[in-house]
């Protein structure tokens, strides 16, 4: 037998050690031997080896003769047969575990196999499990868990064969038994031309979710690949972006039939994604059945089914379904939305398509959302026609021709916010309450996996919710109703440096002079004046005093000045609250979900024990749209916070030099107030 392995390896010596360098690791190798169980013989032939290698390399001229072979090439060691498994010892002791696993599988193979019972195949066969745990294990820290598997099987089944090792068996089944959700990823994610792989991927996972008793591991799933739920959400997590719709929804179903009914939900979702990107509305109405079909306390189907029936051009069942909610959020929204009833169900369609449905699916790229093609597409319009709602799909059209193209409609968006930017409304699977809890609270019991951390890690993971600042303390949100109780709006960055109290006018005792609301210097006039881009002057301490009594703001067009004052009214009020101070003039100037989003927060600073104290100050503003009840403005800040506890010690501190903040603000009755504000880079 020929060694893969040089003197120097065999000995466990660098090439340049000198002779006594070699001699004291010969005498430590004979101190340690392995103590795995090797007979008797086989450690005698090993101390042999050793010796003969300690002393060709501490002689001069045999190791000069020696060293000048290597160089030409020769490596390996030849073995006489007497001392072949001694020398597979000291190549799994060498750490070429993969070659002394492969040379003791051939040696225990005819027609070389020892005899049975014999000391020589005891000894081959521990070394063929000793060296085929360890060469799984080099595999799988070079991310190569599929190759580290299969040494796995082959080791098992070679023990099996043998009939020896009982122990050392189920130590690589158990070893295999773990490496399943690594090995499945391992395969999933390769290249897309590696099919077998990728099918071999598929049916591991879905026998891992059956044995699993479905996503929701109703089979004492910790003894399964060792994962507990959680640790199979992360897993899920991962693996999902490697599969396409189509895969997700086969999967999803068959798992939803074998009982698991959260698959029922996701089954829906990738029915979506598939039937939207490929036209195929008959998709839509297979996902229309899983969801009326789910039930979980606390579920509300209705904005979903509502999407589906205005994508399959049913207007008015469209609105139906919205009116029908349980949500009261999305119904107040919709009845203060500033437009046309179907301009609202068509962001909130667009918006949930984009944030929910179209992510998380290999094959999908990001994408605009454009419901003018869908409605232009023939597939589309002959699969309504058989549904008999051709009238229906006219007047969808009709009132989308109104609103403008997609595109004119994304050309009327900033840059970072897109079609999400200017929808106030509770949106999506998230709403606006995702801002308000955080990502670390469970919602419920362990057992409903449509409302544990496995959706809420696909939000923050794929639904690209997070892209903007982030807070050295910032943590993801979770919203505290079911995911499913809205489709998703525009998320922008919430906590962050996004909600930040600035200037409203102070007058001094006796002199009326104007202060910054967050300091005790009087605030300069700023010289910045109107760009081509449109935007406008800041307000010098003139105009504040003369905007004294503008809040509330009743104008019925109110002025670029008028609109600044009123964004700084909102920002000095809640300063003041969240550095536990009070104000009166929040409530006129936002809508009631922003005023209680700010006291939320205070109270959950409150019972932290802390405050923050904001320094804020607004460099730069432009009105980007205006109409008879809804207004956008782009806002420039220089943004600086801290967190402070209560025995004064700062917890957290940010500094934004430029931080882009944009503001949503409509008319309600007659006032007008802010509605909602998006952050961005």
């Not at 690589?172 to 959700?181: G, I, M, V």
């Not at 939900?265 to 969801?291: C, D, H, M, V, W």
């Not at 939000?459 to 949100?477: A, G, P, Q, R, V």
Request: proline share 3%.
């Amino acid at each position: 037998m020929e060694l893969p392995i040089d003197h120097f390896r065999l000995l466990g010596v660098s090439p340049s050690a000198n002779a006594e360098e070699v001699l004291r690791a010969f005498q430590l190798r004979l101190d340690r031997p392995p103590k795995q169980g090797f007979t008797y013989e086989v450690l005698a032939q090993r101390s042999e080896l050793l010796r003969l290698s300690a002393d060709l390399l501490s002689n001069p001229t045999q190791r000069q003769s020696y060293e000048l072979a290597l160089n030409e090439g020769s490596l390996g060691l030849e073995l006489s047969s007497k001392r072949e498994v001694a020398g597979l010892l000291l190549l799994w002791e060498s750490k070429a575990s993969i070659e002394a696993f492969k040379l003791a599988k051939k040696a225990l193979q005819p027609p070389q196999a020892p005899a049975l019972g014999s000391g020589r195949e005891s000894d081959l066969t521990l070394i063929a499990a000793l060296s085929c745990r360890d060469a799984s294990m080099d595999e799988q820290s070079c991310r190569r868990y599929a190759l580290g598997a299969e040494l796995l099987q082959e080791g098992i089944q070679l023990l099996q064969r043998m009939g020896k090792l009982a122990e050392e068996r189920k130590t690589l089944e158990s070893d295999l038994h773990t490496l399943l959700p690594y090995r499945i990823l391992d395969l999933l994610s390769r290249d897309e031309e590696d099919e077998k792989s990728h099918q071999e991927g598929l049916r591991l996972l879905e026998d891992f979710v059956n044995r699993r008793g479905g996503l929701e591991g109703k089979r004492n799933s910790e003894k399964i690949a060792g994962l507990n739920q959680n640790d199979f959400e992360i897993f899920f997590l991962q693996i999902r972006k490697f599969l396409t719709p189509k895969e997700q929804s086969k999967l999803y179903i068959n798992w939803y039939r074998r009982g698991s009914e959260d698959a029922g939900f996701l089954a829906a979702f990738a029915l979506i994604a598939s039937g939207f990107t490929n036209k195929n509305p008959e998709l839509l109405q297979e996902a229309r059945k899983y969801l009326r079909n789910i039930n979980i306390n606390g579920f509300d189907a209705m904005p979903l089914i509502g999407c589906l029936d205005l994508l399959l051009g049913d207007v008015i069942q469209a609105e139906s379904r919205f009116r029908s909610s349980s949500d009261e959020k999305l119904k107040d929204w919709l009845d203060n939305y500033p437009g046309e009833t179907l301009g609202a169900l068509c962001d909130y369609c667009r918006n949930w398509l984009k944030k929910d449905v179209l992510v998380g699916f290999r094959g999908i790229e990001k994408q605009t959302v454009n419901l003018d093609d869908w409605f232009a597409t023939k597939e589309v319009q002959e699969y309504v026609e058989q549904l008999e709602t051709k009238g229906a799909l006219g007047r969808a059209k009709s009132f989308l021709s109104s609103l403008g193209t997609e595109q004119q409609i994304e050309n009327n968006l900033s840059n970072n916010a897109k079609s999400e930017a200017n929808l106030p409304m509770p949106g999506g699977s998230l709403d606006e309450i995702l801002k308000e809890k955080s990502f670390n609270s469970r919602l419920i019991s362990k057992g409903l996996f449509l409302k544990s951390d496995l959706v809420q890690k696909i939000i923050s993971k794929y639904y690209s919710l997070f892209e903007t600042i982030n807070k050295s303390d910032f943590k993801s949100f979770i919203l505290k109703r079911p995911i499913y109780t809205s489709s998703i709006a525009f998320i922008g960055l919430f906590i962050i440096g996004t909600s930040l109290g600035l200037l409203t006018q102070r007058h001094q005792a006796g002199n009326k002079k104007l202060k910054d609301p967050l300091s005790s210097e009087i605030v300069k006039p700023e010289n910045i004046k109107t760009n081509s881009s449109g935007s406008s002057e800041l307000l010098n301490q003139n105009e504040r005093l003369d905007l004294d009594n503008v809040i509330p703001l009743t104008s019925v067009e109110p002025s670029d000045k008028e609109i600044q004052f009123l964004i700084e009214s909102w920002l000095k009020g809640k300063a003041d609250i969240l550095s536990g101070l009070e104000n009166q003039i929040l409530k006129s100037v936002a809508r009631p979900s922003l005023f209680n989003r700010v006291i939320d927060q205070r109270k959950k600073d409150n019972s932290l024990s802390q405050k923050q104290v904001i320094d804020a100050r607004i460099t730069s503003i432009t009105i980007v749209q205006r109409s008879t009840n809804r207004i956008e403005a782009d806002v420039d800040l220089n943004y600086k916070d801290k967190m402070i506890s209560s025995a004064g010690e700062i917890l957290s501190e940010t500094v934004i030099p430029t931080l882009k903040v944009k503001y949503i603000i409509g008319k309600n009755k007659n006032n007008w107030q802010l509605v909602d504000y998006i952050s961005g880079k």
